[in-house]
């Protein structure tokens, strides 16, 4: 029956209307909104609204649509009309249409419901779902595979760099660490939108009134799909701050922009410290995934680093136009939910990038660095800094003069020290790499 034409007159005006980009609204939208429409016939069925028949064959054919059954019955363009209207058609007119004799798009399957509480009611929904099933495991998943190789490294020391300039040593393990903490931190960033994200406005209908809904409606659908999906689907704070704003998008949206920058950070690190591998640092060795040069033999680039630096930049993109899309919620209503729906939810919007991107950056790069263990020590060995813990032995001053010496020299810093009058037990305590690189 896919193979048919579902939808009716409304779906048809509105494809002919929006010919801007060829790209439907997010499918996890589409099936929110099945979702949504099953459990609002079952419960006006509850309430005496709708015959028990009618209700049936409309909630069976709204979970087809849940399902992802019918996906390709939903092409109206995701630049539409501001509130969703045209898409909430759609999915009325196709249930209609599969559940069959009697049943009217707007009379039965939008019974209780409006575009303007239901279709941001999809958005969000679609929104939780995605975080709590795909994104939040993601990250997690990520910061797993970092804390791993932070363990895997946690003896092996290296320069710290301040400024890109040599700096007191570190671990790499204690680096990897931090990068496993950022990720973490941005997972609980991201996962502790979703109470505001749950709060959906459905009940409002079409400014927040409520008008022409059972007052016990809205409640029993979200207890319905808390049921069905495991998901919080809660109340709104006040009906009319969850119609005419969706700031819960935007808060969600600046929580991914912020894991974006912390990938940006880690990628480039890994890039840095891979660099080489005889004219750069080479501390660590990525896997090897393809060839780096079509003209160059041998060459070897850090790819899937680079791939997720470019996801991060369409993440901030997408927040840009997020944050605009945001700022139109005018009077009762925003109108600009779609552009916001997408910039989220769409192949190319926030939460299935980050999601594909911090599995990749887990399986295909950091599960399989390597740390080149003489580099890290040769490069600690090298640097100047390490004479700050000779500071509480012969101070600032004395120790720059020790510094600049050296630099000058070129010769070892242990040696011009020990030529400046340093003892070599103070030497051997104080230029104890491991134990700089512990801070004590």
Not at 219 to 225: I, T
Not at 332 to 357: C, D, F, K, Q, Y
Not at 363 to 388: K, P, Q
Request: aromatic share 2%.
């Amino acid at each position: 029956m896919d193979d048919q034409q579902l939808w009716g007159a409304e779906t048809a005006k509105a494809v002919a209307n929006f010919p801007v980009s060829g790209e439907p609204v997010p499918v996890g939208v589409v099936r929110w909104l099945g979702r949504i429409k099953a459990a609002a016939a079952r419960v006006n069925a509850e309430l005496g609204l709708l015959e028990v028949d009618l209700a049936d064959r409309i909630a069976a054919a709204a979970d087809a649509v849940a399902a992802g059954e019918h996906d390709h019955q939903f092409p109206v363009d995701v630049f539409q009309t501001g509130s969703g209207t045209s898409s909430n058609m759609n999915a009325n007119e196709v249930i209609a249409e599969l559940a069959g004799e009697g049943a009217h798009p707007n009379d039965h399957v939008n019974l209780g419901q409006s575009s303007n509480d239901v279709f941001p009611s999809a958005v969000q929904l679609a929104g939780v779902d995605a975080v709590v099933n795909d994104l939040g495991p993601a990250l997690r998943g990520l910061g797993d595979a970092l804390a791993a190789k932070a363990d895997e490294f946690a003896d092996v020391v290296k320069a710290g760099r301040t400024h890109l300039m040599d700096a007191v040593p570190v671990t790499l393990g204690q680096e990897f660490a931090g990068y496993a903490a950022q990720v973490r931190l941005g997972a609980d960033r991201v996962e502790g939108t979703v109470p505001r994200l749950s709060r959906i406005p459905l009940g409002g209908t079409a400014t927040g009134t409520g008008l022409n809904t059972h007052p016990e409606f809205a409640e029993r659908v979200r207890a319905r799909l808390r049921d069905e999906t495991g998901l919080p689907v809660e109340a709104p704070a006040d009906p009319f701050e969850a119609q005419g704003a969706r700031d819960a998008l935007v808060e969600v949206s600046g929580a991914l922009k912020v894991v974006a920058v912390s990938l940006t950070k880690i990628v480039n690190d890994l890039r840095w410290m891979a660099s080489g591998p005889r004219a750069g640092l080479a501390e660590i060795r990525l896997p090897e995934l393809q060839k780096g040069s079509s003209i160059m033999p041998g060459k070897v680039n850090p790819v899937i680093p680079e791939v997720v630096a470019q996801v991060a930049a369409q993440v901030i993109g997408n927040d840009a136009a997020i944050t605009a899309g945001g700022m139109q919620g005018n009077l009762e209503l925003n109108v600009m939910i779609p552009l916001m729906a997408r910039n989220l939810l769409a192949p190319t919007g926030s939460i299935p990038l980050l999601a594909s991107a911090a599995r990749l950056l887990a399986e295909r790069c950091v599960d399989g660095i390597e740390a080149d263990r003489e580099a890290c020590l040769r490069h600690a060995e090298h640097t100047l800094a390490t004479a700050t813990a000779l500071n509480p032995h012969i101070g600032y001053d004395r120790a720059t003069e020790i510094v600049r010496a050296a630099a000058e020299s070129g010769r070892p810093l242990r040696e011009v020290a020990r030529d400046h009058g340093v003892p070599d037990d103070v030497l051997d305590e104080a230029l104890d790499l491991h134990r700089i690189a512990r801070g004590d």
